[in-house]
């Protein structure tokens, strides 16, 4: 398993490698990947060079770190994650974000592509994640205590506060964002039509295979986090629905253009310290 020595490890591999520490972070997901060409005078660390840092062999996922500027802040940015699906254990899923925040990154923002369950978020659009469902059967804090206690409380796992400030953001640029509560499941199979309907049952608006364990994970660090969802196909079942691999990352890289405007303005608008 790893341990807060593997991520001090890394940590300390990667402030080696870069001109000043992040004070926030982005994880980019699926498709989302070009946002990194957004950072100026930034650092590019391949997950591979960095000790114990587990990469992901998913298309789409470019496995590099880089760190630079944007919006006149330093930001690290993960381009790409390891899932549970390729049979990454919880510890290793969140190892990125740890690093993150063992770095010094006070607000992480969590890009996913997912699929929506719910008809107020058609593909294409993005969705400001107020709740999350962990329905992957595991959660990361079990078995790990470098924080003290496993006990996190989860109320505001998506911080309010930064709720608001996106959805002030998106008024400005304009941008039609909505809130809604992502459901984290384990994949890699697509959810069955039966699968989508009780989702939607239980309150989920969307559903993907990512962000739940990174999101649990970084509130024991005390993390603010921001989750952002590009919906990218409809469910099964949903009238109209495509999925595919290739096709997520058609959709995910076509709305692209909003979710860098609305990054950039967040970026802006989150104190550096």
Request: charged residues 15%.
């Amino acid at each position: 398993m790893l341990t807060k020595s593997h991520i001090e490890d890394a940590a300390s591999f990667v402030q080696r490698r870069i001109p000043r520490a992040p004070s926030m972070g982005i994880v980019l997901g699926s498709g989302l990947m070009r946002l990194t060409r957004l950072l100026s005078a930034s650092a590019a660390i391949p997950y591979e060079a960095i000790p114990h840092f587990p990469v992901s062999r998913v298309p789409g996922h470019q496995g590099v770190l880089h760190v630079g500027k944007l919006a006149n802040k330093t930001v690290a940015c993960l381009a790409g994650r390891v899932h549970g699906y390729e049979g990454h254990p919880p510890d290793r899923i969140t190892f990125g974000v740890r690093v993150l925040a063992q770095l010094g990154c006070h607000t992480l923002i969590l890009t996913n592509a997912a699929g929506s369950v719910s008809p107020e978020f058609g593909p294409g659009s993005l969705m400001l994640i107020a709740d999350h469902l962990n329905l992957t059967g595991a959660n990361p804090l079990v078995g790990w205590q470098a924080r003290g206690t496993e006990f996190v409380n989860m109320t505001n796992a998506y911080d309010p506060g930064m709720r608001e400030r996106a959805l002030r953001c998106a008024a400005a640029i304009p941008i039609d964002l909505k809130e809604g509560v992502y459901a984290g499941l384990l994949g890699p199979s697509y959810e069955t039509p039966a699968e989508v309907r009780m989702l939607a049952r239980l309150g989920a608006d969307a559903v993907g295979m990512s962000t739940v364990h990174e999101t649990i994970a970084l509130r024991e660090w005390g993390v603010r986090v921001v989750g952002i969802s590009c919906i990218t196909n409809a469910g099964a079942g949903i009238e109209g629905s495509i999925l595919d691999h290739e096709h997520v990352q058609k959709v995910a890289n076509a709305c692209r253009h909003q979710l860098e405007d609305l990054v950039v303005k967040l970026v802006e608008q989150i104190p550096a310290t």
